[in-house]
T-cell receptor
Framework: AQSVTQPDIHITVSEGASLELRCNYS??????LFWYVQSPGQGLQLLLK??????LVQGIKGFEAEFKRSQSSFNLRKPSVHWSDAAEYFC?????????????FGTGTRLQVTL | DAGVIQSPRHEVTEMGQEVTLRCKPI?????LFWYRQTMMRGLELLIY????????DSGMPEDRFSAKMPNASFSTLKIQPSEPRDSAVYFC??????????????FGEGSRLTVL
C-alpha cells in the first residue's frame, strides 16, 4: 500500500525567504505525486502534480517540486514566500486503477509566514 | 461550474444523535470520495465510489458509519449514533476515473462536525 510522510508538522519562514517542504513517499511503482494547499476553513486546492517526464514540475502561485526517485522524495519549494502563502500543505500519492483514482495524503505541514 | 457542494457546513450535535452529511459532486464526475480530517490523524480516506458503487470502504471507522450514493449527483455520509470522537471536518471530493494524469481531485469546503 502507498503511504506519504511529511516530517515537518509546522514551519515558520519570513516573508521573502525561500521555502522547502519535505515529502517522502512509499509506493512500489512510479507514483503519481501531488501537492495540495488548504487555506483556513477551505477545502484543498491542487498546487502541482507529477506523473512522468521532467522531474521538476511547476505549479500555481510560484511553487515548484522536484521528484527524486532515489530518495523517494517530492519536496515542494518556493524561492520567495508571500504572507498569503500561510496555509497547510499536503503531499499525496495517487493510485490509478481500472475502477478508481485514489489519493493517500500525508499529515500536512502548516506554514506560518512572519512579516 | 458550481464545484463540489457539501452541506451542512457546520453541525453541532449531542452524543447519540444521528448525523447526516451531504455531498453533490461535480456534474460528469464518476468517482466520489469521503475524507475525514482531524488534528491527530490528518486526512483519512473513509470510502470512495465509482459510478455510484462503493469500491473501498476499508477506511470507515466502524459500523456506526455508513455512506450511500443513490445516484450520480448525490451522496450521504451517516453517523449513527454519533460520539464525541467523531468530531472532525468531513470532506467530499470528486474526480473522473483515470484522471490522476490530469491531477484533479476536486474538494468541497467541508462539513465541520462537533459532537458534544
Amino acid at each position: 500500500a502507498q503511504s506519504v510522510t511529511q516530517p515537518d508538522i509546522h514551519i515558520t519562514v519570513s516573508e521573502g525567504a525561500s521555502l522547502e517542504l519535505r515529502c517522502n513517499y512509499s509506493y512500489g511503482a512510479t507514483p503519481y505525486l501531488f501537492w495540495y494547499v488548504q487555506s483556513p476553513g477551505q477545502g484543498l486546492q491542487l498546487l502541482l502534480k507529477y506523473f512522468s517526464g521532467d522531474t521538476l514540475v511547476q505549479g500555481i502561485k510560484g511553487f515548484e517540486a522536484e521528484f527524486k526517485r532515489s530518495q523517494s522524495s517530492f519536496n515542494l519549494r518556493k524561492p520567495s514566500v508571500h504572507w498569503s502563502d500561510a496555509a497547510e500543505y499536503f503531499c499525496a500519492v495517487g493510485v490509478d486503477t481500472g475502477t478508481a483514482s485514489k489519493l493517500t495524503f500525508g499529515t500536512g505541514t502548516r506554514l506560518q509566514v512572519t512579516l | 461550474d458550481a464545484g463540489v457542494i457539501q452541506s451542512p457546513r457546520h453541525e453541532v450535535t449531542e452524543m447519540g444523535q444521528e448525523v447526516t452529511l451531504r455531498c453533490k459532486p461535480i456534474s460528469g464526475h464518476n468517482s466520489l470520495f469521503w475524507y475525514r480530517q482531524t488534528m491527530m490523524r490528518g486526512l483519512e480516506l473513509l470510502i470512495y465510489f465509482n459510478n455510484n458503487v462503493p469500491i473501498d470502504d476499508s477506511g470507515m471507522p466502524e459500523d456506526r458509519f455508513s455512506a450511500k450514493m443513490p445516484n450520480a449527483s448525490f451522496s450521504t455520509l451517516k453517523i449513527q449514533p454519533s460520539e464525541p470522537r467523531d468530531s472532525a471536518v468531513y470532506f467530499c471530493a470528486s474526480s473522473l476515473v483515470g484522471s490522476l494524469r490530469t491531477g484533479e481531485l476536486f474538494f468541497g469546503e467541508g462539513s465541520r462536525l462537533t459532537v458534544l
